[in-house]
């Protein structure tokens, strides 16, 4: 393959696999692996990282010539072991240096003349059905740069633009805002306040909009003042996009009970505050109702769901706690 389609592809895999292990590439991590996506072919002098290398890719086409020891799992086994010093910088360096030769190793396996994955053995090793391989520099080639490139933008382009993610944007979902979710708007530390819009049908079909306060048994809990709470899932959710309407600075505080009366503190200058949590005891609110699917109680259990603190207080619950915990998420705006 040709130097732009091996980046592409390099850019691509690391992509897939980042996303899988959850790390959010950087612009100087995808740098890393389009160089090492191009160091299997230091063999070659003419090529992008032979030509810097001189000496080194001279010595080593006249030795062993090209396609050999730099296309071989023996290689890819030499530099991960050689490059884990690049641990004590990130771990996700190390992880794009290996995915890069691989990806190097895969490509070239999609060419006619396959790569000797188990040098010194000369047998090649295809990682493509016969009738999909292709010549390097052929019309089949641009074919897979194209694939390849519009893979990579999906997948990672916008991780350094500071963009939502483009294949979430054209195919909004539930998984999409739920990862979204994840990664923007939950957790702690400087985040955002979202909104989401959806679409569903089940027992209702209609629109639902609100603000995502947290995920609870497979399903994403959201809120707004008119509607109160639903509980969206992937079964009936036809579509749903998330939006951040402003930065937040996300705190949680845990909260144990043991053996001692019912109280419910409200954090002071906070802005959006839900508790989630299990108690035991004998408990009695002035509102006893249930909210569906934030609040129940019974006359010895209340199970709490990502519900505002300031509804929950508005019940005016009184009792005992045998034993419990709950969690606050405390959400504080910050300036634009």
Same mark, same amino acid.
């Given at each position: 393959m040709m130097s732009y389609t091996h980046v592409a592809f390099g850019?691509?895999?690391?992509?897939?696999i980042s996303s899988?292990?959850?790390?959010?590439?950087?612009?100087?991590?995808?740098?890393?692996?389009?160089?090492?996506?191009?160091?299997?072919?230091?063999?070659?002098?003419? +090529?992008?990282?032979?030509?810097?290398?001189? *000496?080194?890719?001279?010595?080593? +086409?006249?030795?062993y010539g090209h396609r050999t020891i730099t296309h071989s799992l023996a290689?890819?086994?030499?530099?991960?072991?050689? +490059?884990?010093?690049?641990?004590?910088?990130?771990?996700?360096?190390?992880?794009?240096?290996?995915?890069?030769?691989?990806?190097?190793?895969?490509?070239?396996?999609? $060419?006619?003349?396959?790569?000797?994955?188990?040098?010194?053995?000369?047998?090649?090793?295809?990682?493509? $059905?016969?009738?999909?391989l292709v010549k390097v520099g052929s019309p089949g080639e641009m074919?897979?740069?194209?694939?390849?490139?519009?893979?990579?933008?999906?997948?990672?382009?916008v991780s350094f633009f500071g963009f939502r993610s483009i294949l979430h944007n054209m195919i909004p979902g539930f998984n999409g805002a739920v990862f979204e979710y994840a990664q923007e708007c939950d957790g702690p530390g400087q985040k955002y306040i979202?909104?989401?819009?959806?679409?569903?049908?089940?027992?209702?079909?209609?629109?639902? +909009?609100?603000?995502?306060?947290?995920?609870?048994?497979?399903?994403?809990?959201?809120? $707004?003042?008119?509607?109160?709470?639903?509980a969206l899932d992937k079964g009936?959710?036809?579509?749903?996009?998330l939006d951040e309407i402003g930065k937040a600075d996300i705190k949680s505080v845990t909260?144990?009970?043991?053996?001692? *009366?019912?109280?419910?503190?409200? *954090?002071?200058g906070s802005s959006l505050v839900t508790i989630s949590g299990d108690l035991a005891g004998t408990f009695m609110c002035l509102d006893n109702s249930n909210i569906d699917p934030v609040f129940?109680?019974?006359?010895?259990?209340?199970?709490?769901?990502?519900?505002?603190?300031?509804?929950l207080l508005a019940k005016q619950c009184n009792g005992f706690v045998n034993y419990g915990k709950l969690e606050y998420k405390i959400r504080q705006s910050l300036p634009a």
């Open positions: 850019i691509m895999l690391f992509g897939i899988t292990l959850g790390l959010a590439p950087t612009v100087a991590v995808l740098a890393v692996a389009a160089i090492a996506s191009l160091l299997p072919d230091i063999d070659h002098p003419k +090529s992008v990282l032979g030509i810097i290398f001189f *000496p080194v890719s001279t010595y080593i +086409s006249r030795k290689f890819v086994v030499v530099v991960a072991a050689s +490059s884990t010093p690049l641990f004590l910088v990130h771990w996700s360096y190390w992880l794009a240096i290996v995915i890069g030769v691989v990806s190097h190793i895969i490509a070239d396996g999609m $060419n006619v003349s396959g790569i000797p994955l188990m040098w010194p053995s000369p047998r090649p090793y295809y990682f493509m $059905n016969e009738k999909l074919m897979y740069f194209g694939a390849f490139t519009f893979g990579a933008l999906m997948l990672t382009g979202c909104y989401v819009d959806a679409k569903v049908c089940s027992e209702y079909c209609g629109p639902v +909009s609100g603000t995502p306060l947290g995920m609870y048994n497979n399903k994403l809990i959201v809120w $707004n003042k008119q509607a109160g709470y639903r009936s959710v036809l579509w749903a996009k909260r144990e009970f043991h053996n001692e *009366p019912l109280e419910i503190d409200k *954090p002071a129940s109680i019974t006359k010895d259990k209340i199970a709490l769901h990502h519900i505002l603190l300031d509804d």
